[in-house]
């Protein structure tokens, strides 16, 4: 299995650019997540979905958007770049969260100038 | 909001047991507490998670106190590689999500 893909590892945008972060998940799980991490800090909910075709906001939804058409992809789009969205980007998936561990993808890195 | 408090920082020799606090005092009668840590800029790795009762697997053991105000993970012999953010979580009020607060660095030195 190779678990949890994120492509791709970097990236830098020029403000008012659009994107899409990409992440698979190969372990058949539910649950998928998107966090962002900023330098030092702990890592925050952007959107999580609980299977295809259903989504949900977390604490940092907003200039980004998610859509869930398969059990495996979970893309984050941004539609319009912003400073403020220079961040890493971490996707996770699990099977029912209260009783599995989150498996987490190995980050995009954005810039954005 | 994280519903957990942890240490900014801690150090810990090599070869000892790091113990890592974490306060928890709002959490419910059914919530589990869950451990990750994340090494330098890697995605977070999951540790192990709780309830009640203490538990242990091959990584680390974790103490509940009996009023599940408190609990602390423990790695029994600390070594460089586990220098890392630990990170004790509680999921989000729907309970489908994992909510991060700042976690605590650990510094292991020999």
């Known amino acids: 299995n190779a678990g949890v893909t994120q492509t791709p590892k970097f990236r830098i945008l020029k403000i008012g650019q659009s994107m899409t972060l990409q992440c698979t998940q190969d372990?058949?799980?539910?649950?998928m997540y998107w966090y962002r991490q900023d330098p030092g800090m702990g890592l925050k909910l952007i959107y999580y979905s609980v299977g295809a075709g259903i989504t949900d906001k977390g604490e940092v939804p907003n200039g980004y958007n998610v859509s869930r058409s398969t059990t495996e992809d979970f893309p984050l789009r941004l539609e319009l770049a912003a400073p403020s969205q220079t961040s890493v980007y971490f996707c996770?998936?699990?099977?029912?969260?209260?009783?599995?561990?989150?498996?987490f993808g190995p980050g995009t890195r954005l810039t954005v100038l | 909001d994280a519903k957990t408090t942890q240490p900014t920082s801690m150090d810990c020799a090599e070869g000892r047991a790091a113990n890592l606090p974490c306060n928890h005092s709002?959490?419910?009668?059914?919530?589990?507490v869950y451990w990750y840590r994340q090494i330098h800029s890697q995605g977070p790795q999951y540790i192990i998670h709780g309830l009640k009762n203490n538990e242990t697997n091959e990584m680390a053991s974790l103490i509940i106190t009996e009023d599940r105000k408190s609990s602390t993970l423990i790695l029994p012999h600390a070594t460089l590689r586990d220098t890392a953010v630990y990170y004790c979580?509680?999921?989000?009020?729907?309970?489908?999500?994992?909510?991060f607060g700042k976690g605590t660095t650990l510094s292991v030195s020999s």
């Open positions: 979580i509680a999921l989000n009020q729907a309970g489908t999500a994992l909510i």
């Open positions: 996770a998936s699990s099977y029912e969260p209260r009783y599995n561990e989150q498996f």
């Open positions: 709002t959490i419910s009668g059914n919530e589990y």
């Open positions: 372990m058949n799980h539910n649950y």
